[in-house]
């Protein structure tokens, strides 16, 4: 049986380096799940060549049997606003393959709640499952920490946790859920700020939290990818802006094991 598609879905950006990065990011999710595969199949293989399991390997080795036959899966990119292809498109093209769709959101606002659940009835596909958003998760946190000192913050440094911001309340929970996480990591407050939409914006918070006696003030930017949103923090005062999420190996496990958890229970209910 080979192994259900991954779509993973993103909101549209106008920047090239946006683009590109969502690009990498799934080449790179494509990558860590082949070298999986790679590995479970030959240690499925050496199991059952050490015990003489065969056929009665064991419920409990069911995932690993599952992708160990069913290798790396295809991996696709969908866009659910500004630029295309969109999901639906995506998941018709897969012509029937089973599928698991992530969407790359860092909160779940309108687009997880509503555009993608849409977009997959519009498909019309008949085995596709959808895994949580990215976010809030500490994999974010991890790597916020690292864009931070890249940036040049240091413990003693305020910080400024800048989300896109949404009307969903779902999302701004999630939000602040992350801004928790950061704060627990830094081990110093993640003073929140809305970028977009809701209150406060980041030129407020920055300015109060310097007012209120921080030397220095930084930027955690709560956005995965580069765009117009990331460039207004450099116009915010700040004395440092961290870079996006962005790709890195954390973020690359966290899209694989949601993927692959959600893999396991599709392959699971079409064989029911």
Partial sequence: MSAPALVLVAHGTRSARGVEMIAELAGAVRRELSAAAFVNGALAHHVVAQTGAGADFGAASASLREIAIGGAPTVRTAFVDVLGPAPAEVLRDLDGVPAVVVPAFLASGYHVYQDVPREVAASAHGAVAVTHAMGPDPALAEVMHLRLRAAGWRPGDAVVFAAAGSSDARARQDV?????????????????????????????????????????????????????????????????????????????????????????????????
């Fill in 176 to 272: 602040q859920r992350s801004a928790s996480l950061l704060s627990e990591r830094l081990e110093t407050p993640a003073h929140l700020a809305y970028i977009a939409t809701g209150e406060p914006r980041v030129p407020e918070v920055v300015a109060a939290v310097r007012s209120s006696g921080a030397r220095r003030v930084f930027i955690a930017s709560y956005l995965l990818a580069h765009g117009l949103f990331h460039q207004r923090l450099h116009d915010a005062g700040a004395d440092g802006v961290a870079e996006p999420i962005g790709v890195h190996p954390a973020v690359v496990r966290l899209l694989a094991s949601r993927y692959s958890s959600a893999a396991h229970a599709l392959s699971v209910a079409e064989a029911a």
